[in-house]
């Protein structure tokens, strides 16, 4: 039960660790500043966004031209009825960046040195409603921490009643060794043992976990990945190998 307890824990810990990276670059971006410019051809653009590039902190930056900003809008009056006669209007060209980063300081900044820019005529950060994401995004940071070290709390603890748990395998071990009984002829006498418990509890913490995962229907969890699932493994046989080596 505590092998099981264990890997379990170990398993929740790498589903969250994943879940909540996805998520936090969900949040990432979803986040941008848009940049307006009075540049129309492609050169112009090419130079603006090149610029914003290079500004530490950008991620990626995507341009809407004049034309695709007048076909944008003029699709939307079109649905309400009311399209009017908007062409002879300079629609000025958008840019939207993301620097993929939570840190509202940091966005800060980065949207200074992008409105800083001489061919930038005005850039719109989101206001208060993606200052109150940033602040949501710390909160939940430090949930997310708190509940990871909750889950390595009791990792170690089932981990450390699963040792206890195999002292009876010990003391057989100790007692063919003061015999001087081959260590391998002692592995080989309770392999069965030593391998039997740790598969076992790997196989119910993996229909735990594969529960758990289908439980939100794959679109929150992360399920734990190919190198975290032959980690589960070798960590099942650490609690018997460790009473193995401790007595032999």
Do not use: W
Request: proline share 3%; net charge positive.
């Amino acid at each position: 039960m505590a092998h099981a307890l264990f890997l379990t824990c170990a398993g929740a810990l790498f589903m969250f660790r994943g879940s909540s990276e996805r998520y936090f670059e969900k949040l990432k971006n979803s986040v941008f500043i848009t940049a307006y410019t009075e540049c129309r051809s492609e050169a112009d653009l090419s130079a603006v966004k090149n610029r914003i590039a290079a500004i530490s902190g950008v991620k990626y930056i995507v341009i809407l031209t004049e034309n695709e900003v007048f076909a944008a809008l003029e699709g939307a009056l079109a649905k309400k009825d009311i399209l009017i006669s908007i062409k002879d209007v300079e629609i000025p060209s958008i840019l939207k960046i993301y620097p993929g980063t939570l840190n509202y300081e940091r966005f800060g900044r980065i949207a200074e040195q992008i409105n800083a820019l001489a061919e930038i005529k005005y850039s719109d950060t989101g206001g208060n409603a993606v200052k109150k994401l940033f602040v949501f995004a710390s909160d939940f940071k430090k949930a997310v921490r708190f509940i990871a070290a909750m889950l390595i709390l009791s990792a170690l603890a089932s981990a450390a009643a699963a040792f206890v748990s195999m002292e009876y395998l010990s003391e057989k071990f100790r007692f063919l060794s003061e015999r001087n009984v081959p260590r391998r002829d002692i592995v080989l006498k309770y392999a069965t043992e030593i391998t039997l418990i740790p598969l076992s509890s790997l196989i119910i913490s993996i229909l735990i976990l594969l529960a758990l995962y289908q439980t939100t229907g794959g679109n929150t969890m992360v399920f734990p990945t190919y190198p975290q699932t032959v980690l589960l493994l070798l960590l099942s046989f650490l609690p018997s190998a460790a009473r193995l080596i401790k007595s032999v």
